[in-house]
């Protein structure tokens, strides 16, 4: 069973920045495909950006430009650099890894709060 254990999230002002982590655990992480999901409040989750086991990536338009995944495979930890944040970035940031299937899997952690207000 994967573990999941994000952090890093809080309230910071429009154009801000914030970074988040992910630990992880109970996977072969490195040679997942892991991705970064948020969920709004009334909005379904969706991917905002996925990082493949050979370090390629792939973004959301709506963050394109703003975010950036990142993962560290010697400490389990995957991570999400977020700048020129807007009201609309607000929502619970998620980690998981990522495939077609994402929206069945029922392993989720807790997710971290990201609220941009000014």
């Known amino acids: 069973q994967v573990q999941l254990v994000e952090s890093g999230g809080g309230l910071v002002q429009p154009g801000g920045s914030l970074r988040l982590s992910c630990a992880v655990s109970?996977?072969?992480?490195?040679?997942?495909?892991m991705a970064w999901y948020r969920q709004a409040p009334g909005k379904q989750r969706e991917s905002v950006a996925i990082?493949?086991?050979?370090?390629?990536?792939n973004y959301a338009s709506a963050v394109k430009g703003r975010f950036t995944i990142s993962r560290d495979n010697a400490k389990n930890t995957l991570y999400l650099q977020m700048k020129s944040l807007k009201a609309e970035d607000t929502a619970v940031y998620y980690c998981?890894?990522?495939?077609?299937?994402?929206?069945?899997?029922?392993?989720w952690g807790q997710g971290t709060q990201v609220t941009v207000s000014s």
């Open positions: 998981n890894r990522w495939s077609v299937g994402w929206r069945d899997y029922d392993d």
């Open positions: 109970g996977s072969t992480f490195s040679a997942d495909t």
């Open positions: 990082i493949f086991r050979t370090g390629g990536t």
